[in-house]
């Protein structure tokens, strides 16, 4: 047996300093002669030595292969694995639109007694802010006047109270006078023509004069619209107008506007810039009322026309309006 094919725990059972191994023949185990006389300290770097093993039985020498490195044996081919399987995707799912799956959320509705009754409390809490700031609205230009202005409306609200007291204590006194008379049938006439007279002043078929104003509305780029007019007429009325006249048209109860510009047009009848308004009543309740914040006057300034305001002791109103006799309506009184 050679020193290669020694197995390396008796490699290193050699001591260091021993001198060539005698090769054993064969024959029975053989131990080794010579032990070293001292033993080297082993250094604290050095592993720890394993104890050797006893000698194995030789037989009979082999020839030792040849020197060299020895080629690594092949290792044999491992199969072929098969390929992993690639997950199974689930199905694709139809394709949904943003507005699908909003109708899907909303319809059919699910909706529970206490959302129905909280729905109910929200619309009626809105409906009453939309009315809050819509009568807010509506006072804004009381709001914003200035004491002056609200000092004048209230002396117009007191005057137009004055005036149905006295509309008032004057039928009082009619009555009165009809119950008191000894010849009651010539006091009712003279009454029944009285008020044949004013209604005919309110109808637009009689002539009317007495104190009051002149209105005069120019409109150079004729921006006036028939709705300002209308508001004039309405504003003038409410301060106790009792006979009006645009140009040469009487303005009744019944009186309509229409057109606009160059094209304006009262109860049919055409009508042209400068819109002259006489209008009988009390001047001092009349002036002020036109010249209220917000008022018309100011209006037709926004729209670049000018609104001028005339008192006068006598105004004559005489556009007259046909008579119309009622086809249905008659009188209930016996």
Known sequence: MSENDRTPDEGAAREPGEGTPQEPGPGPEQAPKSAPA?????????????????????????????????????????????APEPPAEPPAEPSVSG???????LWPPRVSRAQLVVALLLFVLGLGLAIQVRSTSDNSALRGARQEDLVRILDELDDRTQRLE??????????????????QAEEARKQTQEKE??????AGTVAAEGPGITLT?????????????LDAIQELRAAGAEAIQVNDVRVVADSYFSGSGRDMKIDGTQVAA??????????????????????????????????????????VVDALRPAKRPDYAQSSSQ
Do not use: C, H, W
């Not at 720890?48 to 082999?62: A, E, L, N, Y």
């Not at 008032?168 to 000894?182: C, D, F, T, V």
């Not at 007279?197 to 309110?202: K, M, N, P, S």
């Open 217 to 229: 509305i120019t409109d150079p780029t004729g921006a006036v619209e028939s709705d300002m007019l």
């Open 274 to 315: 400068p819109y002259v308004f006489k209008v009988i009543g009390k001047p001092e309740d009349l002036e002020p009322a036109l010249n209220i914040p917000g008022g018309i006057v100011q209006t037709l300034e926004k729209e670049q026309a000018t609104a001028t305001v005339e008192r006068s002791g006598k105004i």
């Open 99 to 105: 507005r699908q799956r909003l109708a899907a959320s």
């Open 197 to 202: 007279r004013q209604l005919g002043i309110l």
């Open 166 to 183: 006295d509309e008032k204590a004057r039928l009082e006194k009619q009555q009165s006078e009809l119950e008191s008379s000894s010849d």
């Open 38 to 82: 001292s033993e080297p300290k082993p250094s604290p770097e050095a592993k720890p030595q394993q104890p050797p093993r006893p000698p194995q039985p030789q037989g009979p020498q082999q020839p030792s292969p040849p020197q060299g490195p020895q080629p690594p044996a092949a290792a044999a081919p491992e199969p072929p694995r098969p």
